[in-house]
């Protein structure tokens, strides 16, 4: 017996368990034969996938991998495995994951394209003199106390986000009065009437006002999505050297789109609050490349030559990790404490006190490492910390899903967020 998710489900194949959908009624018994009608009604079911019979799961590995010259898989398994040192493959949710980067590198490298996420001249941090790492650059500074004393200077919101904020939060407000200051604001209003006729929404019919747009989205989720552009537009000056910028931002938006799709899985119906929540994870990150871009260069480096996840080098070096950056710049910002302590937590999601937000950011990153869509330094794969896996509650299925689902909305996203980079 397979599980197989539902793209890959074929007629006549017999049921080994009963069907269910998310809210556990009764759909489809054990022992019954798909038919093309089952299939084609399966996806608005919202299954992901299901127990068939006679099928192992060695035979659908081999049926995947049928097309391809077991030379090129050795190969693809070897880069996959090097992205995921830091994981334990026998975690099922990790090694489901893995099988999945190895079969997209497979199919890269026999399409005769390079592996997403292997191209050495992305990380900038390859093309820094290694002679410049040394044993001993350990400074352990205390983010509180550069703060204090403007060693680091937190970046503001802009103001027509302050402004957004004072109205949801003003019982008068109207959601007439909210559209109207977001109108305000031409360049925000096209990025996120972009947004909501976009596969993001996939909408049967044009948006072509704010006001629209807050009507059938909704006041608080549309104003989720200005702050996750206000966002993107308060870093500057980072350095180049250090860090790709378009490449970080495709990192971030495609945690964010992932983190969407997975909360949709537990029927959440504000979905926007957790792409807000991936988009900015790593923000912290860009503190540290702004103002502390020796030591920053230095944890890239360390992390490179031995070989170790970014976040334990940051840790090593400069004393401090960015996810703790991030959750203090949100609190900065007086942004709801559960988004705060999803950014400080998500490396760590159990030590968080509500543990959904948390875990599922922590597994989208994951995730988005694994593909390799862009980068905020780290060239390895995550450990998944298991608790959060249990606390997600949902079968490995999803991760195909969620992958297959997010490849048709990333790069339309990042074309909306930057729309003048190539």
């Known amino acids: 017996m397979a599980k197989i998710i539902v793209s890959e489900l074929e007629p006549d194949m017999v049921l080994a368990n009963d069907v269910r959908d998310r809210n556990g009624r009764f759909l489809l018994g054990k022992g019954v034969k798909l038919t093309p009608k089952h299939l084609k009604i399966m996806k608005m079911w919202g299954i992901v996938d299901i127990d068939i019979e006679g099928i192992s799961q060695t035979d659908m590995d081999r049926k995947r991998t049928a097309h391809m010259a077991p030379a090129i898989l050795d190969i693809a398994d070897k880069l996959t495995r090097k992205r995921f040192v830091h994981t334990d493959l026998r975690q099922e949710a990790i090694r489901e994951l893995f099988n999945i980067c190895a079969l997209r590198k497979a199919e890269q490298l026999t399409n005769g394209a390079r592996p997403a996420g292997t191209d050495e001249s992305r990380d900038s941090s390859a093309n820094s003199d290694q002679n410049s790492l040394t044993e001993d650059t350990a400074v352990y500074m205390d983010p509180r106390d550069l703060i204090k004393k403007n060693y680091i200077k937190l970046p503001s919101l802009s103001p027509i986000f302050n402004q957004i904020n004072e109205a949801i939060s003003n019982p008068r407000s109207s959601a007439t009065q909210v559209a109207n200051i977001i ?58 050297n250090i860090i790709d910028m378009r490449s970080f931002w495709e990192h971030s938006i495609a945690c964010g789109i992932i983190a969407r799709i997975i909360s949709s899985y537990k029927n959440n119906t504000n979905t926007e609050r957790f792409f807000l929540a991936g988009l900015i994870h790593d923000v912290g990150r860009l503190i540290i490349f702004k103002y502390l871009p020796a030591q920053a260069k230095e944890a890239l480096l360390r992390a490179r030559k031995t070989n170790s996840l970014l976040c334990k080098t940051e840790e090593e070096i400069i004393g401090f990790n960015h996810a703790l950056m991030g959750g203090m710049l949100l609190k900065e910002w007086k942004l709801p404490v559960i988004l705060e302590n999803t950014i400080r937590q998500h490396h760590a999601p159990k030590a968080c006190q509500t543990s959904l937000e948390p875990a599922i950011i922590h597994l989208a990153d994951i995730i988005t490492n694994a593909l390799g869509r862009g980068t905020s330094g780290e060239r390895f794969v995550p450990p998944l910390d298991v608790k959060a896996w249990e606390d997600i509650g949902l079968s490995t299925g999803i991760l195909s899903a969620t992958i297959k689902q997010a490849d048709r909305h990333i790069a339309e996203t990042v074309h909306i967020f930057f729309p003048d980079e190539q």
Do not use: E, M
């Open 183 to 240: 109108s305000k604001d031409s360049g925000l209003s096209a990025r996120l009437l972009k947004i909501v006729n976009s596969a993001f929404y996939n909408f049967p019919s044009k948006i072509d006002t704010i006001s629209r747009a807050v009507a059938i989205i909704g006041t608080k989720q549309l104003s989720t999505l200005a702050l996750g552009t206000c966002v993107t537009s308060s870093f500057k000056d980072i350095p180049s």
